[in-house]
């Protein structure tokens, strides 16, 4: 029996709260409760990362499965090895991204376009 899932890409938009686009707007896939006061918020951040970057591993992990199976070219897992590279990297980023991607959270959730030009005054 083929089980699914909800399909990808989703995102950690906070350190509790994981989403998926899809049917036109962004909706919940989980929220992180109980969470140990003692765990960094960094640690929170990169965990929600990780559960959010799980569709995309699971397809690089499905890829790879079907390379060795059909003994595929070397161009082509030079390929799927670069997917898992990116996959893992976006779970762990450096400090100064995530500081980033903080700023632009609190400004999403307030309202304020970052993209949006600067009106002169």
């Not at 962004?26 to 640690?43: E, G, V």
């Not at 450096?94 to 903080?102: N, T």
């Amino acid at each position: 029996m083929l089980k699914t899932h909800t399909p990808g890409p989703w995102l950690a938009d906070s350190a509790t709260r994981i989403q998926a686009n899809g049917y036109g707007s962004r909706y919940d896939i989980c929220r992180l409760c109980d969470i140990p006061p003692h765990i960094a918020n960094h640690d929170k951040r990169r965990n929600a990362r990780l559960i959010a970057e799980s569709p995309a591993m699971l397809e690089v992990c499905r890829s790879l499965l079907k390379w060795a199976a059909r003994s595929g070219d070397r161009a082509e897992l030079d390929d799927l090895i670069s997917d898992a590279r990116a996959s893992v990297a976006r779970v762990y980023r450096s400090k100064q991204e995530e500081r980033a991607l903080d700023a632009l959270m609190v400004a999403a959730m307030a309202g304020i376009d970052l993209d949006a030009p600067a009106s002169a005054t």
